[in-house]
């Protein structure tokens, strides 16, 4: 459930360049705790970009369920290509939408405004998905432009573990290297 926005991603970033160009995979600094996923370079899909990387952490309580996930992609971006960070992330935001009111859930997210992803400007929208008028998950995405990439920082968990894992969020925000 928390995972439907990923792939577009991917896909919105391929489908706007050919790219030939490969760039050195970002730093992350994950916090204790949280588990690494393995991932494929190149998304693990065809129509991935080549060069899109992929880092994925979760969370998980006491019984092993996930509760908190967090995904930071890559793609490069063929040069001279102008991206519009806006509308990749509108798309974005409309799709997360879309995915969950066909779950049967509600979303609202806020308007896209400016932040900050490391050192780097970015763009950031939250949305607040709820099920019977009841808050279950929260999912923000962020994204940044950086030497011919972009850089999309996605999380999501369920309500309460996202509002007490903000500052762990904001550890990994303020440390990536991209």
Same mark, same amino acid.
């Given at each position: 459930?928390?995972?439907?926005?990923?792939?577009?991603?991917?896909? $919105?970033?391929?489908?706007?360049?050919?790219?030939?160009?490969?760039?050195?995979?970002?730093?992350?600094?994950?916090?204790?705790?949280?588990?690494?996923?393995?991932?494929?370079?190149?998304?693990?899909? *065809? *129509?991935?970009?080549?060069?899109?990387?992929? !880092?994925?952490?979760?969370?998980?309580?006491?019984?092993?369920?996930?509760?908190?996930?967090?995904?930071?992609?890559?793609?490069?971006?063929?040069?001279?290509?102008?991206?519009?960070? !806006?509308?990749?992330?509108?798309?974005?935001?409309?799709?997360?939408?879309?995915?969950?009111?066909?779950?049967?859930?509600?979303?609202?997210?806020?308007?896209?405004? *400016?932040?900050?992803?490391?050192?780097?400007?970015?763009?950031?929208?939250?949305?607040?998905?709820?099920?019977?008028?009841?808050?279950? $998950? *929260? !999912?923000?995405?962020?994204?940044?432009?950086?030497?011919?990439?972009?850089?999309?920082?996605?999380?999501?968990?369920?309500?309460?573990?996202?509002?007490?894992?903000?500052?762990?969020? !904001?550890?990994?925000?303020?440390?990536?290297?991209?």
């Amino acid at each position: 459930m928390i995972r439907p926005f990923l792939s577009l991603f991917v896909l $919105l970033l391929a489908s706007m360049a050919n790219v030939a160009v490969q760039a050195a995979e970002p730093q992350v600094a994950w916090p204790p705790g949280w588990v690494i996923e393995p991932l494929p370079s190149d998304a693990g899909t *065809s *129509s991935a970009a080549p060069g899109t990387t992929r !880092q994925r952490a979760t969370k998980s309580d006491s019984a092993g369920t996930a509760v908190m996930v967090m995904e930071l992609t890559t793609t490069p971006i063929e040069p001279g290509h102008q991206v519009n960070l !806006q509308g990749v992330l509108l798309e974005m935001r409309k799709s997360i939408q879309k995915d969950f009111y066909q779950s049967g859930y509600q979303s609202v997210c806020n308007k896209i405004h *400016s932040s900050m992803l490391g050192d780097v400007a970015a763009l950031e929208t939250t949305c607040t998905i709820t099920q019977n008028g009841r808050h279950v $998950l *929260s !999912q923000t995405l962020v994204a940044a432009l950086k030497e011919g990439r972009a850089n999309v920082l996605s999380y999501a968990g369920q309500a309460q573990e996202f509002v007490e894992n903000q500052d762990e969020i !904001q550890s990994v925000r303020n440390s990536l290297k991209l």
